[in-house]
Structure formats: C-alpha cells, structure tokens
C-alpha cells in the first residue's frame, strides 16, 4: 500500500516512515524541507534498508499534490505538514493559519480531485486546552489558547464538517501528547532549528553541552514536585500509532479520533532524573517565572485507541530518554546539511 506522507522529513513523519517500510507499506514522502534536511532520507534508508520515495513540494500547493498522488497511485495519506511552534504562531498568525489550515484543505481538494479516500491527521492534545481533570478522554470539550493550538481545533472541525458530507471517507485525528526520544540506532531523531522550544530537546543539549542549563518553568504548580505534569511518549510508539490506524480504520468508513498517549504522567523534574541516568551527565537547572499558557497537567486516557486500534505505547521512561541521548551523542548538531 503506498501512502503519501506530507511533512515525512520532519521528527514524527520520518520515524513513522521507518515504520510503514516495517510494516510493508510504501511512504511517498511529499516536504517542503522548511524544518527539516534532505539528509533525514539517507538515515531512513539506513535504517530501514529502503529509500522512501521524495517529492519537493508545499501542501499549499493543489497541482503538485495531485501529481504525487496520481504519480504513486496512493492509497492513503498521513498528513504531518505543518507548523508547530506555539510561541512563534502568537508572533506569525497569519503563517500558522495558512499553512496548518490552508494547507490542509488543499490537500484534501487534491485528493478529492484524485479519488484518494483516507487521511490520518496528526492533532494534538494541545486541543484539550487546560483539561478540568486528567487523564483525558476523547470526549473531553476541546478550546485552544493560541493561534496553533486554534489551527489543529479548525482543521479538526473542517474535517469533521467534511467526513460528514462525505461519508465514504475515512479520516482518524490522532491526538498525541509529548512525543520524545528518538530511533534506538541514534541515526534519527528530534533536530530542532535555534533554541528548542520543548523540554526533552533543551536537555538533551544541555547533556551534550550546546547549552549550559535547563531553565525550569516554574515549581509552585498544584503537582507532586510542584513541577508541569505530561504524558511523554516514545516517538516509535507514536509511529506505531499511525500504522494501527491505517491497518484497522481504512476499511472503517467515518470520522475516527484517538488519543495518542501513554496513560502516564511525569514531572519536569521526573525527565531531568531520567535522561541524567540515561547520559551519566548531569544537567544544570534553574528555576524561573511559569511559561505564559502553560498547564500544571496533562496525560491521557489512552484506552480507546488499546480497545479500537489494538495499539498501546509499549516504551518505557528509560528507553524515551536511552534512545533520546543515543541521537544527541551521536548527533550533537543534529542531521548534517
Ligand atoms: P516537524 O516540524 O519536525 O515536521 C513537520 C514537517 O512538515 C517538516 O519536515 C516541515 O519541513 C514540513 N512542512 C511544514 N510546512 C509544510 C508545507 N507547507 N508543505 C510541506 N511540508 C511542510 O514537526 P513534528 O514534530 O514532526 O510534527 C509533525 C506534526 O505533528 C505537525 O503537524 C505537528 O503540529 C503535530 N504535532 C507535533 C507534536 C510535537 O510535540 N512534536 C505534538 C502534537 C502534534
Ligand atoms: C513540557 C514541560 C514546560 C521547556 C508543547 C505544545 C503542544 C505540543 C507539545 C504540538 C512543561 C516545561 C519546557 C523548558 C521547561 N506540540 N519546560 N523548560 O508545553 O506540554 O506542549 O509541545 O502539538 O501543543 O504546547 O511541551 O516540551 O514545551 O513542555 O520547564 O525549557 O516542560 O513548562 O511543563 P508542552 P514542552
């Protein structure tokens, strides 16, 4: 089966490819290379023993979609594409909404125009806002606090909208939480441009020495160590996820929505610990004010893709944060231009 994956040289989209070549799948990878490098698709061959197929090209843009379509008669689209970075979308509204909204209606537009019936969404749970309580099911209400998190809700609600009116397709919004770490073999992983916006790629450069010290924000949160709560989850869980969802809904007509998690909650302080143990480094930290937006917790309530899609994350805490500085020794500067 061959399956278009746009934004499939980015973190989640390159592991996931790995995975679909596991699984006997066929990913076209279709990436502007806007936040990410061509060098990506020599690690997934070397580490699949397979080359995935590459296109050049912008979501935004309806005749090279429905190209690599007809091209590589797919079957299914994951749809990775995007812009992720919460501060930044406050600053570049404009660009957030266009491509993560935009660029997913004309992806849709180009695989109506060509038949192609089955999208996998990457959402987040970043949809949920700050939850009442936790863990988090799929029925909880969702809202957004900023102009990407409100992006994922729109593109959620127009593909909702969609599916409805079309209801011989099949579209599954997977939600996932804090995706981290990295390929076991350390030849792929996170590879953030400038500062690191997320935690785990903060420390993991400050293990190696890029930085000199984690800032922590905040330890008055209402939690065990008065330190932000998530559900962390290894990123070859999460590609799994995606192989689940192809294999179990394509046949499952409808709109589908899972949330993507392990179940679990950790500590800021819990991630420190257990990437110190992992690099035999220490990481220097400093306590400052909260993050603007912030929650004290978040973890979800991962039984429903367990029961529907036959999927849970079996990697622990230890093999997140092994592989994770697997990757960042081995990489200290990431993938090579
Ligand atoms: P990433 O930035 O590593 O990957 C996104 C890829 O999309 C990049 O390779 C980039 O070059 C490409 N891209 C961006 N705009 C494009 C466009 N207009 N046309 C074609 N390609 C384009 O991000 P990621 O962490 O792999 O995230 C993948 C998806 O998962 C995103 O949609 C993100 O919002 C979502 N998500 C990520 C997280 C997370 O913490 N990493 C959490 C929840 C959801
Ligand atoms: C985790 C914890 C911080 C950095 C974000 C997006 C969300 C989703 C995943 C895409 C929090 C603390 C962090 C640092 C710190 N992305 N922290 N020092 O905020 O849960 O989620 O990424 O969909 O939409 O909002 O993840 O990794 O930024 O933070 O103390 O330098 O680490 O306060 O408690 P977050 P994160």
Known sequence: MNVLVTGGAGY???HT???LI?????????????NAKAAVLDRIEKVAGKRPEFIQGDVRDKSALVAALKTHDIHSVIHFAGLKAVGESV????????NNVNGTLVLVDAMRAVGVKHLVFSSSATVYGDPASVPITESFPTSATNPYGRSKLMVEECLTDFQKANPEWTITLLRYFNPVGSHPTGEMGEDPQ?????????????AVGRRDFLSIF????PTPDGTGVRDYIHVMDLADGHIAALKRLNHRKGLHIYNLGTGNGSSVLDMVKAFELASGKQIPYKIVDRRPGDIAECWADPSKANKDLGWAATRSLQDMTTDGWKWQSLNPEGYPE
């Not at 596991?22 to 806007?34: H, K, Q, R, S």
């Not at 600053?91 to 266009?98: A, I, M, N, V």
């Not at 905040?218 to 949160?221: E, I, K, L, V």
């Open 12 to 14: 989640i989209g390159s």
């Open 17 to 19: 490819c790995v995975q």
């Open 22 to 34: 596991e699984a006997g799948m066929t990913p076209v990878i279709f990436d502007n290379l806007y």
């Open 91 to 98: 600053e570049k509204p404009l660009e957030y909404y266009d």
């Open 194 to 206: 400038g500062i690191p916006n997320n935690l785990m790629p903060f420390v993991s450069q400050v």
């Open 218 to 221: 905040g330890n008055d949160y």
